[in-house]
């Protein structure tokens, strides 16, 4: 098998921030190393014997859908083929193995991925800082890079991931562990303010799904919205809209009589991009249609944060009432890098190498990097309704 000269690729630029590559592709300054942040509010799991929540108890918050407690099956009967077998035509990994039954009670979702609107909100009330706009120390790459002293000081400054659209696709080189890595750089100055990086604005994609965002400044906006990230069980039954047995939000077909119901990649990944569904990065919400709970993007446009740690073992373990993602992180591929599931694709995915968009597909991330396709949306369960209505973001309403 080929293998890539690493050092000479550049992967000591690229480690600039602490980026999780198999999470990159379907992403992330960073919190020291250590301190994992928890998700404060996420109920504890209910006994099995106690009643399923199935109906709204109030009328649903505003740009929020209740979406009834239920059961589904979550994960595949069959151990998957090699992700490239002709077998496994919707490459799926190990990951969603074996099928389990879940059983989650109802909750609030928002109706779309939080925006940059919804975002500068919380920044300008708060005076937020996220962590691409914090420059990283080579402290922080302990253990992620062999010798953190070869990292050049002119590379720690603010910034985050981006797809490189200028990689060399005559050196472009397949099927050897993390050659995505080829197709990724750390741009300076990339936020959610300037998603290219200098140069570029927000000021006409306000209604853009927020991105170059982590897990902790996903969980800051929560604390501020009286809200929390979604369970991966409740994206799940969320993005199913009641209908168990479809592959997509949407049913079975990708593109039901040739309509693109979602943002993804059309074309040969990474080499052509045919832009047919006619958005070549992030769209506005509410662009595509909305799955029968009336949730926009479930599947497609940017990966979604959930507060599940990532365990590749996990489907093997996982309760069945009301699971939370296991106690650690587990990604055997990257061991010293803990990881948050994600959900729902990107505009990256793409049939022959990421089918991110199945409403049953799992993706990993390092919790502390950020990344150009990388999101979120938002959940208040039953037992958040007092704290969701005193939550700051709705005292300043209120107040105006």
Known sequence: MTSIDWKNFGILTLFTTSVSLIAIVCFWPVTP????????????????????????????????????????????????????????????????????????????????????????????????????????????????????????????????????????????????????????????????????????SIEKRMHDPV??????????????????????????????????????????????????????????????????????RASPVKTFPPNPYGLYDMAGNVWELTSDFYDVEYYKQSPIRNPRGPSKSNDPQEPNIVKRVTRGGSFMCNSNYCTGYRVGARMRNDEDSAAFHQGFRCVVDTQMLNSYLTAPRQSAAQAK
């Open 211 to 280: 991105v170059h965002v982590t897990y902790a400044d996903a969980l800051a906006y929560c604390e501020w919205a009286g809200k929390r990230l979604p369970t991966e069980a409740e994206w799940e039954l969320a993005a199913r809209g009641g209908h168990n047995d479809w592959k997509y939000p949407w049913g079975n077909e990708l593109t039901p009589d040739g309509k693109h119901m979602s943002n993804v990649w059309q074309g040969e990944f990474p080499v052509e991009n045919t832009v047919a569904d006619g958005f070549k």
């Open 33 to 200: 190393r250590g301190k994992t942040v928890p998700n404060p509010r996420i109920p504890s799991t209910a006994a099995t014997e106690a009643p399923l929540i199935t109906s709204a108890p109030q009328e649903s918050p505003e740009g929020m859908r209740w979406i009834p407690g239920g059961e589904f099956t979550r994960g595949v009967e069959q151990f998957p083929a090699a992700i490239k077998s002709p077998n496994n035509p919707d490459k799926i990994k190990p990951d969603e193995y074996p099928a389990h039954q879940v059983i989650v009670d109802g909750f609030y979702m928002d109706q779309t991925e939080v925006t940059n609107a919804e975002f500068k909100r919380f920044v300008d009330a708060t005076g937020y800082v996220t962590s691409a706009e914090i420059a990283p120390k080579r402290e922080d790459f302990i253990g992620m890079v062999e010798n953190v002293n070869l990292i050049p000081e002119e590379n720690l400054v603010p910034g985050s991931i981006c797809f490189n659209e200028n990689f060399d696709k005559t050196k472009l080189i397949r099927d050897v562990p993390l050659w995505e890595y080829q197709l990724w750089e750390y741009r300076k100055g990339a936020n959610w303010k300037q998603p290219e990086g200098p140069g570029s």
